[in-house]
């Protein structure tokens, strides 16, 4: 007997109920029901309890380009208007708005009327999309229009859709950059018992050499100095134009807050300052109590300016990025590069997305696992519009997407052919729209430009079925923005691509797998970039092969990413405990396993998480999980590719 709606069986029995409840001779009536109606044996042969459906769309569609877009935005049309106004029009124009004093202080085209009003966020984000646009392939602008005409939106409307991805993160780099140009900085740092305790503490080579306590400070993914005595002082000196607060300071050792108010805290100006001018601050921190040896240390450092910055609302000073640096204590036997500069959560940041790849010696049966989480800007919206979305480009050619409501493209996908993708944004001002202030200084305008990741990503499901195709493809794109992609493919080969927009023709696409005697593929100490053992490789938000992916003066000096990005310190942390779950269940990973690293509180962004899904290449099988806050909190549903109808 075939299976009524679960929505018709509700019906039925609370029929009957009510029946039964309202017979005089209860036992009377329901032995009349029992006798004279087959209602309760359609019941019982028909309303089995069914699972709750997926709380996100699960959409096929077929033919040309224009069909499958048509198709997409009649199924899902009051979802695609949803998603426009609820993510554009109240989340991220507001958002976008907010960021024009800063860029307006520098970019002067943008204190021009038509900006004002509030238009300024709608018109960067059109401006961008018509630019994008020239580098999408035919293919999918007719998808898009089939997707407007099916939605009943405006075709420009959906093509701002499709593109503020890359225009808002473009844009982000820019005005995060300019903000920390106006904060305070970490400029150096002074350890004096470093000079004489007989020990090489920057790991140079060289032991108690002049000055050996007295470096500049740069971020690093590994720790700054070695061996350091337990109870030696770290002086820092911070720098601000507008005078750094002394009252904001705050040092973080081991999730203990040190500020101007604490003994082991001493904070005073670094020198005489000029007449009209603000001296740095020399912050000295001394343990309470000898730390223990061999022991790995970190410390957060935060400050803010003296400035009051009125726009954009509320009035607030300048916060610099939270620094973080490592050491280690005398009698750890490590180099600098052995230790990674994890730090730790204080719980003010986030996770950001990751991902990793699984195969052979690493997997319970050999078979390759792709994993991912992606995280950026969900704004309490885009959980409500996931989509997988199904393309049925051609007989034997078919692809599956993990995005949302009137995009063409997800950050996650996988073919037929067992080709699997995952994307990770990796902030970096080698971009479209820094280009532009390159090239036009202060006429410059912030024009996106280049081939939005989501198209990219189409690219290479649709057009390879093997790694080395599907990495070749997208290495050789003119991209729009930072990102890292990981591919894996039925067979089990796996590569990261990392990429940037290469403004100055320098750096370029990356590739590397997880064998360090691969070309590319090792650190300067011949470690693999991302990989624990021979069958395992991951992405985070920060670039390991691309770290100098823009140094260079243009009005200011740019730096490379691991200097002003506010994902690069979660990022390493986020990779290395990512990296340490791998290595202890090495070997024993199926797709249950997989999905508890995706589900581990330390690495799951629960502000902004909005698609998890499992790959199973060879099996071209998926599991997804979407449409709650964090994602990974949700089910993971599973689907066959070949029979998702």
Same mark, same amino acid.
């Given at each position: 007997?075939?299976?009524?709606?679960?929505?018709?069986?509700?019906?039925?029995?609370?029929?009957?109920?009510?029946?039964?409840?309202?017979?005089?001779?209860?036992?009377? $009536?329901?032995?009349?029901?029992?006798?004279?109606?087959?209602?309760?044996?359609?019941?019982? $042969?028909?309303?089995?309890?069914?699972?709750?459906?997926?709380?996100?769309?699960?959409?096929?569609?077929?033919?040309?380009?224009?069909?499958?877009?048509?198709?997409?935005?009649?199924?899902? =049309?009051?979802?695609?208007?949803?998603?426009?106004?609820?993510?554009?029009?109240?989340?991220?124009? #507001?958002?976008?708005?907010? =960021? =024009?004093?800063?860029?307006?202080?520098?970019?002067?085209?943008?204190?021009?009327? %038509?900006?004002?009003?509030?238009? *300024?966020?709608?018109?960067?984000?059109?401006?961008?999309?018509?630019?994008?646009?020239?580098?999408?392939?035919?293919?999918?602008?007719?998808?898009?229009?089939?997707?407007?005409?099916?939605?009943?939106?405006?075709?420009?409307?959906?093509?701002?859709?499709?593109?503020?991805?890359?225009?808002?993160?473009?844009?982000?780099?820019? &005005?995060?950059?300019?903000?920390?140009?106006?904060?305070?900085?970490?400029?150096?740092?002074?350890?004096?018992?470093?000079?004489?305790?007989?020990?090489?503490?920057?790991?140079?080579?060289? !032991?108690?050499?002049?000055?050996?306590? &007295?470096?500049?400070?740069?971020?690093?993914? !590994?720790?700054?100095?070695?061996?350091?005595?337990?109870?030696?002082?770290?002086?820092?000196?911070?720098?601000?134009?507008?005078?750094?607060?002394?009252?904001?300071?705050?040092?973080?050792?081991?999730?203990?807050?040190?500020?101007?108010?604490?003994?082991?805290?001493?904070?005073?100006?670094?020198?005489?300052?000029? #007449?009209?001018?603000?001296?740095?601050?020399?912050?000295?921190?001394?343990?309470?109590?000898?730390?223990?040896?061999?022991?790995?240390?970190?410390?957060?450092?935060?400050?803010?300016?003296?400035?009051?910055?009125?726009? #954009?609302?509320?009035?607030?000073?300048?916060?610099?990025?939270?620094?973080?640096? !490592?050491?280690?204590?005398?009698?750890?036997?490590?180099?600098?590069?052995?230790?990674?500069?994890?730090?730790?959560?204080?719980?003010?940041?986030?996770?950001?997305?990751?991902?990793?790849?699984?195969?052979?010696?690493?997997?319970?049966?050999?078979?390759?696992?792709?994993?991912?989480?992606?995280?950026?800007?969900?704004?309490?919206?885009?959980?409500?519009?996931?989509?997988?979305?199904?393309?049925?480009?051609?007989?034997?050619?078919?692809?599956?997407?993990?995005?949302?409501?009137?995009?063409?493209?997800?950050?996650?996908?996988?073919?037929?052919?067992?080709?699997?993708?995952?994307?990770?944004?990796?902030? &970096?001002?080698?971009?479209?729209?820094?280009?532009?202030?390159?090239?036009?200084?202060?006429?410059?305008?912030?024009?996106? +430009?280049?081939?939005?990741?989501?198209?990219?990503?189409?690219?290479?499901?649709?057009?390879?079925?093997?790694?080395?195709?599907?990495?070749?493809?997208?290495?050789?794109?003119?991209?729009?923005?930072?990102?890292?992609?990981?591919?894996?493919?039925?067979?089990?080969?796996?590569?990261?691509? %990392?990429?940037?927009?290469?403004?100055?023709?320098? !750096?370029?696409?990356?590739?590397?797998?997880?064998?360090?005697?691969?070309?590319?593929?090792?650190?300067?100490?011949?470690?693999?970039?991302?990989?624990? $053992?021979?069958?395992?490789?991951?992405?985070?938000?920060?670039?390991?092969?691309?770290?100098?992916?823009?140094?260079?003066?243009?009005?200011?000096?740019?730096?490379?990413?691991?200097?002003?990005?506010?994902?690069?310190?979660?990022?390493?942390?986020?990779?290395?405990?990512?990296?340490? %779950?791998?290595?202890?269940?090495? $070997?024993?990973?199926?797709?249950?396993?997989?999905?508890?690293?995706?589900?581990?509180?330390?690495?799951?962004?629960?502000?902004?998480?909005?698609?998890?899904?499992?790959?199973?290449?060879?099996?071209?099988?998926?599991?997804?999980?979407? +449409?709650?806050?964090?994602?990974?909190?949700?089910? *993971?549903?599973?689907?066959?590719?070949?029979?998702?109808?």
């Amino acid at each position: 007997m075939a299976q009524l709606p679960r929505w018709m069986c509700c019906v039925i029995e609370d029929l009957c109920l009510r029946a039964w409840l309202l017979t005089p001779s209860r036992q009377i $009536g329901l032995r009349a029901i029992l006798t004279n109606s087959a209602v309760l044996l359609v019941i019982s $042969g028909a309303c089995s309890r069914a699972e709750p459906p997926p709380p996100y769309d699960v959409v096929v569609v077929s033919g040309t380009p224009y069909q499958r877009g048509l198709q997409h935005g009649q199924h899902l =049309q009051a979802k695609i208007r949803s998603f426009y106004t609820r993510m554009l029009s109240t989340s991220l124009l #507001p958002y976008l708005n907010r =960021q =024009q004093h800063d860029i307006q202080a520098v970019l002067q085209v943008y204190k021009g009327a %038509e900006y004002g009003n509030g238009q *300024f966020s709608n018109l960067l984000l059109r401006e961008s999309a018509r630019e994008l646009a020239k580098s999408i392939p035919q293919t999918y602008l007719d998808e898009m229009h089939g997707v407007a005409d099916g939605s009943g939106m405006a075709y420009e409307d959906i093509l701002v859709l499709n593109t503020f991805l890359d225009t808002t993160l473009g844009a982000r780099s820019i &005005t995060y950059f300019l903000q920390q140009v106006g904060a305070p900085a970490l400029v150096s740092m002074r350890i004096p018992a470093c000079d004489s305790d007989g020990r090489d503490n920057d790991d140079d080579g060289l !032991t108690d050499e002049p000055h050996e306590g &007295t470096l500049d400070y740069a971020a690093s993914p !590994t720790a700054t100095l070695v061996e350091l005595p337990v109870d030696a002082s770290l002086t820092l000196q911070l720098s601000d134009s507008d005078g750094v607060d002394p009252a904001k300071v705050r040092i973080l050792v081991d999730n203990i807050v040190y500020d101007q108010n604490s003994p082991n805290l001493q904070i005073a100006p670094w020198s005489t300052a000029a #007449p009209g001018e603000h001296a740095d601050l020399r912050v000295t921190w001394t343990p309470p109590v000898p730390l223990q040896k061999g022991k790995t240390i970190s410390m957060i450092i935060e400050a803010s300016d003296l400035a009051i910055a009125a726009e #954009p609302p509320p009035a607030h000073a300048h916060a610099m990025r939270p620094e973080q640096l !490592t050491w280690t204590t005398q009698d750890s036997a490590l180099h600098r590069w052995q230790v990674v500069n994890r730090g730790f959560w204080d719980g003010t940041t986030q996770p950001p997305a990751h991902g990793f790849a699984l195969r052979g010696t690493a997997t319970a049966d050999g078979n390759p696992l792709l994993a991912h989480h992606f995280s950026l800007l969900d704004a309490g919206v885009a959980h409500d519009h996931v989509v997988v979305l199904v393309q049925d480009l051609a007989p034997g050619k078919r692809v599956v997407t993990i995005g949302w409501a009137g995009l063409v493209y997800g950050m996650e996908g996988m073919n037929q052919d067992g080709l699997a993708i995952a994307i990770d944004h990796s902030d &970096t001002l080698n971009n479209p729209l820094v280009d532009n202030v390159r090239r036009n200084v202060l006429k410059a305008k912030l024009l996106s +430009g280049g081939v939005p990741v989501g198209f990219a990503l189409r690219q290479a499901l649709d057009g390879a079925s093997t790694v080395a195709a599907g990495a070749d493809l997208l290495a050789g794109l003119k991209h729009s923005f930072g990102w890292n992609f990981l591919l894996v493919d039925a067979t089990g080969a796996m590569r990261v691509l %990392e990429v940037d927009s290469n403004i100055l023709g320098t !750096t370029g696409a990356r590739q590397y797998g997880p064998d360090p005697s691969e070309p590319g593929a090792a650190d300067a100490y011949g470690r693999a970039l991302a990989s624990v $053992g021979a069958d395992d490789l991951q992405i985070g938000a920060h670039f390991r092969a691309l770290t100098n992916d823009l140094n260079v003066t243009i009005l200011y000096d740019i730096r490379p990413q691991r200097f002003w990005s506010s994902y690069y310190f979660p990022s390493v942390r986020t990779g290395d405990a990512m990296a340490a %779950e791998i290595a202890s269940h090495y $070997g024993k990973f199926a797709v249950d396993s997989a999905i508890a690293l995706l589900r581990r509180p330390d690495l799951v962004d629960r502000n902004d998480s909005m698609t998890a899904v499992v790959f199973e290449p060879a099996k071209r099988r998926l599991h997804t999980a979407a +449409g709650t806050v964090p994602a990974t909190d949700g089910n *993971f549903d599973t689907y066959s590719l070949m029979e998702m109808k």
